[in-house]
């Protein structure tokens, strides 16, 4: 069974900076690409950031790019997402999701990833 807890949401002022932290569990990590989406209210939830297995492909959504950095950790079964110059547009639930590992395609669409954090908040203030 994988499990996947999201960690470091909070409130922010609009140019402020958060680190988010999804520590996985139940799975061998290495094997999985991870992705951030989010979901604001009354919004679909959508594609933020993901990173391959190893670490060495990353794909970023366009009003991200430049701000926000993903990043693992294979060693200590984590992935982060570093959140700078935040926007009050960035305002959201924030998940962690996971997918095996085809070892060629990074996947950005939310329908690709089975296993999902229980989501954390993230309010920019403006």
């Known amino acids: 069974q994988v499990q996947l807890v999201e960690s470091g949401g909070g409130l922010v002022q609009a140019g402020g900076s958060l680190r988010l932290s999804c520590a996985a569990s139940g799975h061998t990590f290495s094997n999985y690409d991870m992705g951030w989406f989010r979901q604001a209210p009354g919004k679909e939830r959508e594609f933020v950031a993901v990173?391959?297995?190893?670490?060495?492909?990353?794909r970023y959504t366009d009003s991200v790019k430049g701000r926000f950095a993903i990043s693992r950790d294979n060693t200590k079964n984590t992935v982060n997402l570093l959140m700078n110059s935040l926007k009050p547009e960035d305002t959201a639930i924030y998940y962690c999701?996971?997918?095996?590992?085809?070892?060629?395609?990074?996947?950005?669409?939310?329908?690709?990833?089975?296993?999902w954090g229980q989501g954390t908040q993230v309010t920019v203030s403006s």
């Open positions: 990173i391959n297995w190893s670490g060495g492909s990353t």
């Open positions: 999701a996971a997918t095996v590992s085809d070892r060629t395609y990074v996947y950005t669409s939310k329908y690709q990833y089975h296993y």
